[in-house]
């Protein structure tokens, strides 16, 4: 018989005949047919040598006994694949050999190899479909009660899989008649059809449950098979050892942890990753950890290589289309945000918590105006109050009527300790002698003489308060202040929460590069706003942030602070200056 390159495998030194889907898409990636990563590309040289090493063997049933489950059984649920087959792509199937394939004899039995998946790959490549194909594959193909858990750092994300997971028993009429739902779970047998035994109802005691790092008691679980998503957002691994210690009495468990790359700082997947790079490098021995990472070689070859995207992406041209990431990398060479957020959840390259947030080509404006341009009008006003080490920086937002343009009138205060103690190497009393800083006796700075200068400027200049924003804090004595001077219902607290501050400083970057902002020339807030970073959330949500202890952003958070009252109550403030 005529044998393909494909359809034969090793095991035990001897050739056995059956096709194997991971050797395939092994030749096929060293061919380069298919492109992956290094480190992918590493294990799975590394498998390809486990298939000739005695300590392992190498049998397909059970992996194909999931294919064949997966794309008999299950179907899609989400557009534009809704109710087709669920037909795995040949990744996918080579991901499921490479699980379910290997065994290794512990304590005088061959049991499945590994215990432990870690599954890295980029967002929209159907990593919650895939693995909820798998738990149906596991809770109906697996061992006679089953014990399934879907978790992840919230209630809603760990919903996610078993939502996917319930979508495709309830669209197959076979699965769902021998099982049932509730608010507790999904269960194996059906009341209802007690007389009429499905293909598949033998297995009554199977469930799966759903299970949150903010949810008490996790453990006692006595856990099969769990998958745990989006690891990213994880600060610790409180939530992963607990279901691992679960799962101690089960002769083969399995633990599968998929996620993108995220922007946690010192999280639990920094640690994981680091112990599986040193895996993978041969420093660590972890036969049981089975390490699956869709990773760029670089973040040079994003940019010159359309082609390594693949590497990332491997379903791009299936469930993530080609044209949409085109489009967010043309977007992401001009907007900070989006290049941070497109690396970590697009191409996995970790983020820290503070990127980079513009070039200083783009914040520099030397354009100046002076102060009695504006004499009488009305202004927004944007304050962040000190704490021991930072500035105090309160801008006035002023517009002219029938003009995009923005105008900041700035003010900074330091008190006198800090000018021979600053841990940043400013000259402030030459900001003194430039005219907008102002140095305060002691080791503080009473917020209320933010007030004050507020209401030196109403009494030279006439300018008057349409709204105040504070963040909250240090801001009692300032308000107090103000509302003696002004009246009360015109300061607002603008929350620090990338909810509340994504917008506004997105629009403020947007009208730094089009020059939109006529800071006065202002090397205070030029220092503040070179110095920002931005902090990006699980959802690409950005607000200010240091990008260094020492480096002050005072300014820029003044001038956020401002952008929020203003898109609050833009229409207003527009009709009271006659926009």
Partial sequence: ???????????????????????????????????????????????????????YRFDLKEA?????????????????????????????????????????????????RFTEVTYLVARKNGKTTEVAGDANAEFFCGNVGTNILCASNDYEQAGLIFDEINNMREESPKLEKVTRKNI??????????????????????????????????????????????????????SLVRPVKQSMSTKDEPLYIEISTEGFTEDGYLDGRLVEARRVLKGELNRPRWLIWLYTQDSETEIWQDRSSWKKSNPNLGVSKKWHYLDGLVEEAKTNSATRAFMLAK???????????????????????????????????????FMETTDLCASKLLLMKAGSKKVYFYSRYWIPESKLTLSPDDVDYRQWERDGY???????????????????????????????????????????????????????LNVPQETKVLNNPMRKLEADLRDKLVNYNNCYGDLHCFKNTGIRLDSLGRIMPAKMHTTKRIDGTAAAVVAYAVFEWHKSEFLQMIGG
């Avoid at 035990?12 to 380069?32: D, G, M, P, R, T």
């Avoid at 759903?210 to 679980?221: C, F, R, V």
């Avoid at 080509?361 to 100046?368: G, H, K, L, S, V």
């Fill in 1 to 55: 018989m005529m044998m393909t390159k494909t359809d034969w495998m090793i095991m035990n030194n001897e050739i056995v005949i059956e096709h194997s889907f991971l050797i395939e898409y092994y030749q096929k990636c060293k061919s380069k047919e298919i492109i992956i990563g290094k480190e992918l590309m590493k294990t799975l040289d590394m498998l390809m040598e486990d298939m000739t090493d005695p300590r």
């Fill in 437 to 491: 800083l102002t140095v305060v006796e002691g080791n503080s700075v009473d917020s209320s003489v933010v007030a004050d200068w507020q209401y030196k400027l109403y009494d030279e200049y006439g300018l008057k308060p349409f709204k105040s924003g504070y963040d909250n804090r240090y801001a009692k004595d300032y308000i107090n202040r103000f509302e003696e001077c002004f009246g009360k219902d015109i300061t």
């Fill in 184 to 237: 507790k779970g999904i269960f194996m047998g059906n009341p209802k059809q007690k007389k009429k035994k499905g293909k598949y109802s033998k297995q009554n005691k199977a469930k799966i449950k759903k299970l949150s790092a903010k949810t008490g008691a996790k453990e006692g679980k006595n856990v099969d098979y769990a998958a745990v998503d989006e690891v990213h957002e994880m600060g610790d691994d």
């Fill in 346 to 384: 697009d191409f996995n390259i970790k983020q820290s918590n503070a990127q980079a947030w513009m070039q200083e080509a783009d914040i520099i404006n030397t354009e100046t105006f002076d102060i009695e341009e504006f004499r009488g009008a009305y202004y927004i006003g944007g304050n962040d």
């Fill in 64 to 112: 194909h006994k999931r294919i064949k489950f997966i794309e008999r059984e299950c179907k899609h649920s989400i557009s534009p694949f809704a109710g087709k087959p669920f037909i795995l792509e040949l990744h996918q199937k080579a991901l499921r050999e490479a699980i379910y394939g290997f065994y290794m004899e512990i304590e005088g039995k061959w049991l499945r």
